[in-house]
């Protein structure tokens, strides 16, 4: 089973993208935050194996919380998720250690192989 957390500061699509993945096979979301300090208390609680995680957040922001989480727990896969589009965000990401960029308008079809593929390689 792969154990996700989903890190973002609006609670309808946390908590929506959590169902969505819930109804996948072989996906398990273990907890949703809503910012950055959050996620990074909840990646060292639940060690899950990807963070899908907005870089735009309140507090610490995406990419400074994916760079703490990784420092302290390396194997772990995080997705950075946007809805711009700039190509400056996707250097950032990829340099915060991030295995992924996607904007949050992806279908839902697209968003689990993208997931897959990341887990898997």
């Given at each position: 089973?792969?154990?996700?957390?989903?890190?973002?500061?609006?609670?309808?699509?946390?908590?929506?993208?959590?169902?969505?993945?819930?109804?996948?096979?072989?996906?398990?979301?273990?907890?949703?935050?809503?910012d950055g300090?959050?996620?990074?208390?909840?990646?060292?609680?639940?060690?899950?194996?990807?963070?899908?995680?907005?870089?735009?957040?309140?507090?610490?922001?995406?990419?400074?919380?994916a760079r703490?989480?990784?420092?302290?727990?390396?194997?772990?896969?995080?997705?950075?998720?946007?809805?711009?589009?700039?190509?400056?965000?996707?250097?950032?990401?990829?340099?915060?250690?991030?295995?992924?960029?996607i904007l949050?308008?992806?279908?839902?079809?697209?968003?689990?192989?993208?997931?897959?593929?990341?887990?898997?390689?």
């Open positions: 089973m792969n154990r996700l957390l989903i890190v973002d500061d609006h609670i309808l699509f946390r908590e929506g993208l959590s169902s969505i993945i819930n109804g996948w096979k072989n996906f398990q979301v273990v907890g949703t935050a809503a300090q959050q996620a990074i208390e909840m990646a060292r609680e639940y060690c899950p194996q990807m963070i899908l995680m907005e870089i735009d957040l309140p507090g610490i922001n995406g990419l400074d919380a703490q989480i990784l420092h302290e727990l390396p194997e772990t896969k995080i997705v950075l998720m946007t809805l711009s589009e700039n190509k400056e965000f996707k250097d950032h990401a990829l340099n915060s250690g991030a295995k992924g960029l949050k308008d992806i279908p839902c079809e697209n968003l689990r192989k993208h997931l897959q593929s990341i887990l898997q390689g």
